[in-house]
């Protein structure tokens, strides 16, 4: 059964740092895709960023480019989003996702883990 258990996030101040991780079981990391999305209230769910299977691509939301790096380690099954000089409109619930298609955010994706609460405030 494919899982993902997300981990990190918690309450920051403007200009700090987090780092978001997505642990897979029960699939072969290396063979999917794995993006990062945020949610906040009222709003569809955005793309902030995604990876290839490979780790050779990589996306980013314009609103997180040179702010958020992430990075794929697939001997462990893990995914990280690295959040840098975060800002209050960074705040929201953020979901790592996993799908066999290309690193995009225009379709569907078809896995999802459990969703992790950021929030950017002083």
């Known amino acids: 059964q494919l899982q993902l258990v997300q981990s990190g996030g918690g309450l920051v101040a403007p200009g700090g740092s987090l780092r978001l991780s997505c642990v897979a079981s029960g699939f072969t990391l290396d063979t999917y895709t794995i993006g990062w999305f945020r949610q906040v209230p009222g709003k569809e769910r955005e793309g902030v960023s995604c990876?290839?299977?490979?780790?050779?691509?990589?996306k980013y939301a314009d609103s997180v480019k040179g702010r958020f790096t992430i990075s794929r380690d697939n001997a462990n099954m893990t995914v990280y989003l690295q959040m840098n000089s975060l800002k209050r409109e960074d705040t929201g619930v953020y979901y790592c996702g996993a799908d066999v298609r290309l690193c995009a955010f225009w379709y569907q994706w078809n896995f999802w883990g459990q969703g992790t609460q950021v929030t950017v405030s002083s």
């Open positions: 990876i290839s299977s490979s780790g050779s691509t990589t």
